[in-house]
């Protein structure tokens, strides 16, 4: 089992900048996959970013790519989502998960094949 605990989310202005951590405790965190998924009120939680774990491949979204980056310590059991250039349209409540399974290039975006969730913190981008 895994517990996750995410921090680092707030108000912020349109182009301004944040960083979440996600912090984990439990078993080994270099066994798990890592993803970044979001949810705005009224719309299905969508997937933001994706960590193998090693931390050599990382994944993004379209929607964030070239603003948003995915970064992990292992030995401080932590991943991190780092926005730059915030926009309106990223005020979501964002949540971090854990998959203990082997990566799937074709599965990561999925939030199903997560097996833990953290329970998320909320970003808001002011226009």
């Known amino acids: 089992q895994v517990q996750l605990v995410e921090s680092g989310g707030g108000l912020v202005q349109a182009g301004g900048s944040l960083r979440l951590s996600c912090a984990a405790s439990g078993r080994t965190f270099s066994d798990y996959t890592m993803g970044w998924f979001r949810q705005a009120p009224g719309r299905e939680r969508e997937f933001v970013a994706a960590i193998t774990r090693s931390g050599i491949s990382t994944y993004l979204a379209s929607s964030v790519k070239g603003r948003f980056t995915i970064s992990r310590d292992n030995a401080k059991a932590t991943v991190y989502l780092q926005m730059a250039s915030l926009k309106p349209e990223d005020t979501a409540v964002y949540y971090c998960?854990?998959?203990?399974?082997?990566?799937?290039?074709?599965?990561?975006?999925?939030?199903?094949?997560?097996?833990?969730w953290g329970q998320g913190t909320q970003v808001t981008v002011s226009s």
């Open positions: 998960a854990a998959d203990r399974s082997p990566f799937s290039s074709s599965g990561y975006k999925f939030a199903g094949r997560y097996d833990y």
